[in-house]
């Protein structure tokens, strides 16, 4: 439904009918997002597109609405041959498939590239937008690209323990932290 402001004074000359500005359904995406969406967009511009991605399994982490469980988007997932990973008690969801299912669920096309002295990346060329199915659970999915991953198993990693904060974090137990609770009294092995 259009709404029209219909502006009229008592001086000689036409009458004025414009539509009214119409409230904004997004907000404005910060000057930082738009920079590195341009930076993005360069470092691809200057990348060689070798084609459809020969990855195995290509990943995707999703922004959820609220930190509930998202049973619409793991049935969506579901449905889609995806892996949806929910971590409890998180806003944040991980979407692993096979690029062709990926395709699909998401409509994007992922494509293997290519910069000078890098390795081979895989990256869409554009976002994905929300699929119509979860938009009541799903905020945001995040950019589909394995550029600067490493594999782990080409990292050494010394063991040397956790720190108690890395502790707090290797267990999702940041939670009761920030409701006060350290857990005195208790002993783990």
């Known amino acids: 439904m259009a709404l029209f402001l219909l502006v009229a004074?008592?001086?000689?000359?036409?009458?004025?009918?414009r539509?009214?500005?119409r409230a904004q359904r997004r907000p404005a995406r910060s000057a930082s997002v738009q920079r590195t969406d341009a930076?993005?967009?360069?470092i691809l511009a200057r990348a060689t597109n070798l084609g459809a991605t020969r990855s195995p399994r290509v990943s995707v982490l999703v922004s959820l609405r609220s930190p509930r469980r998202p049973r619409d988007l793991l049935a969506w997932a579901s449905g889609r041959d995806l892996q949806a990973t929910w971590f409890h008690g998180q806003a944040t969801a991980l979407l692993v498939a096979t690029p062709t299912a990926l395709d699909r669920a998401l409509?994007?096309?992922?494509?293997?590239?290519?910069?000078?002295?890098?390795?081979?990346?895989?990256?869409?060329?554009?976002?994905?937008?929300?699929?119509?199915g979860v938009r009541g659970e799903l905020a945001a999915i995040g950019r589909i690209s394995s550029f600067g991953h490493e594999h782990l198993e080409t990292i050494p990693?010394?063991?040397?323990?956790?720190?108690?904060?890395?502790?707090?974090?290797?267990?999702?137990?940041?939670?009761?932290?920030?409701?006060?609770d350290f857990g005195q009294g208790e002993t783990i092995v």
Do not use: K, M
């Not at 004074?9 to 009918?17: D, N």
């Not at 930076?39 to 360069?42: E, F, R």
């Not at 390795?119 to 119509?132: I, L, S």
């Open 9 to 17: 004074f008592a001086l000689p000359g036409p009458v004025s009918v």
């Open 19 to 21: 539509p009214a500005a």
């Open 39 to 42: 930076t993005w967009h360069d």
């Open 107 to 132: 409509q994007v096309r992922i494509d293997d590239f290519r910069l000078p002295g890098e390795p081979v990346f895989y990256a869409t060329e554009r976002n994905p937008a929300v699929p119509a």
């Open 157 to 180: 990693i010394p063991i040397v323990g956790l720190a108690p904060a890395g502790f707090v974090d290797s267990y999702d137990a940041r939670p009761l932290w920030n409701l006060g």
